[in-house]
Nanobody, 126 residues
């Protein structure tokens, strides 16, 4: 079992920055990859970013590349999503997810992830 708790979401203005955190427990944190996904009302859940077990590989959706940075601190059992230059279209519930099956591979598909947090709301207004 992996338990994931997201935090850091809030209402901000266009152009602002925000850092989301995902704290994990239940398994050795460094043994799984972690992804960030988001879902806006009426839209499909979409991939945002992912990071490998060791943190040496990261992947980003084109929509956030250059603005968002995913990182992990295995000593703190935490994955972060630093979001800069936020836009209204970034408004969504943001979820972190753990892929316990991965070795070196990192998936961008939410179906490949095994455990999910409850999400944290990010609202960006202009």
């Amino acid at each position: 079992q992996v338990q994931l708790v997201e935090s850091g979401g809030r209402s901000v203005q266009t152009g602002d920055s925000l850092r989301l955190s995902c704290v994990a427990s239940g398994r050795t944190f460094s043994n799984y990859a972690v992804g960030w996904f988001r879902q806006a009302p009426g839209k499909e859940r979409e991939f945002v970013a992912a990071i490998s077990r060791s943190g040496d590989k990261t992947y980003y959706a084109d929509s956030v590349k250059g603005r968002f940075t995913i990182s992990r601190d295995n000593a703190k059992n935490t994955v972060y999503l630093q979001m800069n230059s936020l836009k209204p279209e970034d408004t969504a519930i943001y979820y972190c997810a753990a892929d316990i099956k991965t070795g070196l591979a990192v998936s961008t598909k939410f179906d490949d992830y095994d455990y999910w947090g409850q999400g944290t709301q990010v609202t960006v207004s202009s």
